[in-house]
């Protein structure tokens, strides 16, 4: 399963992004995307379903890139 989640501290020049997040049978985060996801499709109609699935990541809790032991991992936002 994945989905598009707000994710911070993602790089210097992409602070906060969208990324597609995939997780496990138990629903805990696997692994993302290596870069920022933008809209795209063949058809105008395609792009349209990107962007309003890409909106749902708006709804769900952000999430911050961190690293903990020399390893990069996805947890729950802890900003302002």
């Given at each position: 399963?994945?989905?598009?989640?707000l994710v911070?501290?993602?790089?210097?020049?992409?602070?906060?992004?969208?990324?597609?997040?995939?997780?496990?049978?138990?629903?805990?985060?696997?692994?993302?995307?290596?870069?920022?996801?933008?809209?795209?499709?063949?058809?105008?109609?395609?792009?349209?379903?990107?962007?309003?699935?890409?909106?749902?990541?708006?709804?769900?809790?952000?999430?911050?890139?961190?690293?903990?032991?020399?390893?990069?991992?996805?947890?729950?936002?802890?900003?302002?």
């Amino acid at each position: 399963m994945w989905n598009y989640r707000l994710v911070y501290s993602f790089s210097e020049e992409c602070p906060v992004c969208i990324c597609e997040v995939y997780y496990n049978s138990d629903g805990e985060i696997e692994t993302w995307s290596a870069e920022p996801e933008s809209v795209y499709g063949d058809t105008c109609d395609e792009a349209l379903r990107c962007y309003l699935e890409m909106a749902d990541a708006f709804v769900e809790p952000p999430l911050e890139l961190v690293e903990i032991g020399g390893k990069k991992k996805l947890v729950s936002y802890r900003g302002v």
